[in-house]
């Protein structure tokens, strides 16, 4: 971590600071796990991790930049922020964060919680002024996937629903799959 991001971390008001231990907690448990399996094992399960990668990339492509999430700037529901990446990241992190969620992004080296966090509570963590401040690396499966009818009928003009179904629901099943190698729940 930078000590610039370290700064901004102690800096960040309590929930967010709460919330991002409980994170690194969740990952650090993953870790664990990991370390409690041979190794071959451990290299097997990071190499399926890793290839995760260019297909959360390529959905992040399909789906870059939609025009209805700069519209749908939905306050949280306690009264937050309202910013681009509306309703569905105005939830709480630890929903969308879950452990098998984040198994296959530690496992790739590619922990949520290693890059900038929001500099405050407003829904998600990573729920910055102009979307999400993940890269595709390290975002869930669940928001790569997540489709409202908005963004459906957007991406459909787009020609790339199909495609991205596919590849939404092979993240996800490989996910789940590492998560479950691991003795992972959600
Ligand atoms: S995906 Fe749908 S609910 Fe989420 S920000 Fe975009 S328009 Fe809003
Ligand atoms: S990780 Fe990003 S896309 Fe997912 S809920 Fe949080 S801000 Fe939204």
């Known amino acids: 971590m930078s000590w610039l991001r370290a700064l901004r971390s102690l800096t ?14 969740e990952e650090r448990a993953v870790r664990l796990r990991l370390g409690a399996l041979a190794r071959a094992e451990r290299l097997r399960l990071r190499g399926l991790a890793a290839e995760l990668v260019p297909l959360r990339e390529r959905i992040l492509a399909l789906t870059a930049r ?6 749908c700037a939905a306050p ?20 969308i964060f879950n452990p098998v ?64 179904l596919e590849l939404a629901e092979e993240l996800a099943a490989r996910g789940r799959a590492i998560g479950e190698a691991l003795g992972l729940e959600p």
Do not use: Y
Not at 76 to 95: I, N, R, V, Y
Not at 104 to 131: E, N
Not at 132 to 148: D, M, Q, T, V
């Open 76 to 95: 949280t529901p306690w009264g937050g922020e309202a910013l681009p990446g509306g309703l569905c990241c105005s939830g709480t992190s630890e929903a």
């Open 101 to 164: 969620e984040l198994a296959p992004l530690v496992l790739a080296g590619r922990a949520p919680s290693d890059h900038a966090v929001a500099p405050s509570r407003a829904g998600c963590l990573f729920r910055g002024a102009a979307g999400c401040l993940l890269p595709a690396g390290s975002r869930p499966s669940l928001c790569l996937g997540h489709l409202c009818r908005e963004l459906a009928a957007e991406l459909h003009g787009r020609g790339v629903i199909p495609e991205l």
């Open 12 to 25: 960040a008001p309590r929930a967010v600071r709460a919330e991002l231990r409980r994170l690194r907690g």
């Open 66 to 71: 939609p025009r209805c999430c700069t519209r």
